[in-house]
């Protein structure tokens, strides 16, 4: 909670009240595998909106999003850095497909040194008013929920045919990415942040790091 406090700093009492409640009533559900899909997909859906709603009430500025950074502590995973300028040093796409904030994931691969001309971002983009006021975000909105079905209509996907393909993520939804991409091979990385789920993720994905 301390961690959250931290990135909401400057914002006040109320933001974090209302982000909280947010949170706690949809986390779970997002979490909770065992619950149907379209149901969890529509708490995705009104969690994400509700949250936008909270900063466009706040007229949240983008010239504020690095402090957040900073306050948060927000890093990348250890070894992130090295793999995306490997990536990029052999001449390989790298694609970050995340329902979050594209505005955000800029400035944290900014600050790190990384953004390289062989990434691609695909999540949700922010929109400003003329002063750099958050006035709402780009629809469709991006959920780990939705990312399918953003990604059949997304043009990058038809684009690229890979022999070889690594893919990494923390919900088993992620995997459904691999059926737009055209490859022969892949390897299936996750990332298991919660022991209960430990399970499921070794049965589904290649590799499992907790």
């Known amino acids: 909670k301390q961690w959250y406090q931290r990135r909401v700093r400057g914002f006040g009492e109320e933001f974090l009240a209302r982000t909280n409640e947010i949170k706690n009533k949809h986390l779970p559900i997002h979490l909770d595998f065992s619950l149907p899909e379209d149901f969890r997909k529509e708490s995705d859906y009104q969690w994400f909106t509700k949250i936008m709603d909270c900063f466009i009430d706040t007229k949240f500025p983008k010239t504020l999003i690095p402090a957040m950074l900073e306050a948060s502590r927000c890093?990348?995973?250890e070894g992130v850095v090295e793999f995306l300028k490997l990536a990029h040093q052999h001449h390989i796409p790298v694609l970050i497909?995340?329902?979050?904030i594209k505005d955000v994931i800029d400035v944290l691969l900014e600050r790190e040194n990384c953004y390289f001309d062989n990434i691609s971002i695909i999540s949700n983009r922010l929109i400003y008013d003329e002063s750099g006021i958050m006035v709402g975000a780009e629809k469709p909105y991006i959920t780990a929920s939705s990312k399918l079905e953003v990604a059949r209509e997304n043009q990058y996907f038809s684009r690229i045919i890979r022999d070889n393909m690594l893919l990494l993520?923390?919900?088993?939804?992620?995997?459904?990415?691999a059926s737009c991409?055209?490859?022969?091979?892949?390897?299936?990385?996750g990332f298991c942040n919660h022991d209960k789920d430990k399970t499921k993720y070794s049965e589904n994905f290649d590799v499992l790091l907790m």
């Open 75 to 77: 890093r990348l995973r």
């Open 169 to 177: 993520g923390d919900m088993l939804s992620d995997l459904k990415m």
């Open 97 to 100: 497909f995340s329902g979050g």
């Open 181 to 189: 991409v055209k490859y022969s091979e892949m390897i299936s990385v």
